[in-house]
């Protein structure tokens, strides 16, 4: 089988992936740690890809100069900045007929998984109001569930 020649990879599958790690009720922290990020990617992915095409292809430089400058407005910032990959797609999808909601249920599940990538102290469980990384993987995996059919049917940009 040539690998090159397969059908690119489905982000769903680590929705999948996430789910399974939830319901298995041995799961170590690191293992509900990596469902909590494998749930965020695969929405992000999914929005990535309606958004702007496979891997981000039809995110030039102009489009992404664009959403920045509705960014820098919409935040009244006197200097504009870069804008990261995931911040472009959060805000892209602002621009969406009602995907607000969706926007920022997307962000919740990016400052989930920045938590459970970065944060290794177990205070960042209690400044959510979560007692454990099963309740917080639990928790995001609904949220996931949630929006990805939203993500799922977002236009292109």
């Known amino acids: 089988m040539n690998i090159l020649a397969s059908n690119p990879f489905n982000p769903e599958e680590f929705f999948s992936f996430a789910s399974s790690i939830v319901r298995e009720p041995t799961a170590n922290e690191a293992a509900l740690r990596s469902a909590v990020s494998r749930a965020y990617y695969s929405v992000y992915l999914i929005a990535r890809d309606r958004l702007f095409g496979l891997d981000g292809g039809q995110l030039t430089a102009r489009i992404r100069k664009e959403i920045a400058k509705k960014f820098q407005l919409k935040h009244?910032?006197?200097?504009?900045?870069?804008?990261?990959?995931?911040?472009?797609?959060?805000?892209?999808?602002?621009?969406?007929?009602?995907?607000?909601?969706?926007?920022?249920?997307?962000?919740?599940?990016?400052?989930?998984?920045?938590?459970?990538?970065?944060?290794?102290?177990?205070e960042c469980l209690s400044s959510v109001g979560k007692q454990s990384w099963r309740e917080y993987a639990k928790e995001t995996i609904e949220l996931a569930t949630l929006i990805l059919p939203l993500a799922k049917r977002l236009p292109p940009y």
């Open 76 to 122: 009244k910032l006197k200097r504009q900045r870069g804008l990261g990959t995931h911040e472009v797609v959060i805000f892209a999808i602002l621009d969406k007929p009602d995907s607000v909601t969706l926007s920022h249920q997307l962000d919740q599940l990016r400052e989930a998984r920045i938590n459970a990538d970065y944060k290794m102290n177990q």
